[in-house]
């Protein structure tokens, strides 16, 4: 009885100081989102920052074509309320998932559960990493527009990597359902999902965007989500069980740039460096 009192007691203060760290972070934030609700902030500071970015280098496929950017700008229309009771509680979800998740750069990958969407098997993330490849891991949903959009980004990679590398998109609880934070950028309109019947639903929408790549649910108890801090979006690398890199929160850590980066330099010391064209 006393020890049982004694750890409900520990966990409380522990709660409480994690709230306390926050709790600033969380103000910081909700200020930002109030500010963006007055179109002529939304549009000067979205707008300095697009400004601010570094020219992005046009890439042609082999047809001559124009590719997209790996990182379009975050675009938020006129008519979308930022600064919601729903969309705090979202921030304050995604915050506390990241300062309490289990994986960190340079330390252990956490072989957190996840299911497959045909029969509902449970498996582990780490049974998807074979010897010593890499490991990419894609966490996200479709009802935020920026990370659909470089889901096709993400397919180029798979396509151009595959030989070397393994690619998994976990599919994690919706960042804008239609019953939660809404947003009418969103091509799709789904509610929170209620039972993984909902989630694989969903996630065959999100695998159009990268057909060729191994698609698995995150369980009910967004138990991956959770140990990754995944929460809306977020990139990882995993080699031999470590985690090689961590990407940031979404919208603006989530950089599939990034990620090519790191996979070039990873080619580079397996092939040797390519020939750059002149």
Known sequence: ??????????RLCSQTASCLVLFPRFLGTAFMLWLLDFLCIRKHLLGRRRRGQPEIEVELNSDG?????????V????????????????????????????????????NSEVVLPDGFQNQHILDYARGNRPLVLNFG????????????????????????????????????????WVTTD??????????????VSAARV?????????????TMTNSSSSAYG???????????????YQGGRGPDGYQVSEVRTWLERY?????????RRV
């Open 186 to 199: 969103s091509p799709y309109s789904i509610p929170q999902h209620r039972s993984l019947e909902d989630r």
């Open 230 to 244: 995944a929460y809306f979006e977020r990139l990882y690398i995993i080699q031999s069980g470590t985690i090689m």
């Open 267 to 275: 080619d580079e010391q397996l092939h040797g460096p390519q020939p």
């Open 206 to 218: 999100l695998q159009q965007g990268a057909p060729e790549c191994a698609l698995v649910l995150d």
């Open 65 to 73: 074509e124009e590719v997209p950017p790996d990182d379009p700008p």
């Open 141 to 180: 949903s479709c009802t935020w527009p920026p990370f659909m959009a470089r889901m096709s980004a993400f397919q180029r990679l798979v396509t151009k990597y595959q030989r070397d590398v393994d690619f998994l998109i976990i599919y994690i609880e919706e960042a804008h359902p239609s019953d939660g």
């Open 1 to 10: 009885m006393l020890r049982s009192l004694l750890l409900h007691s520990l």
């Open 75 to 110: 675009c938020v229309s006129d008519d979308n309320r930022l600064c919601t009771l729903a969309s705090l509680r979202a921030v304050w979800h995604g915050q506390k998932l990241d300062f309490f998740k289990q994986a960190h750069e340079g330390g252990p990958a956490p």
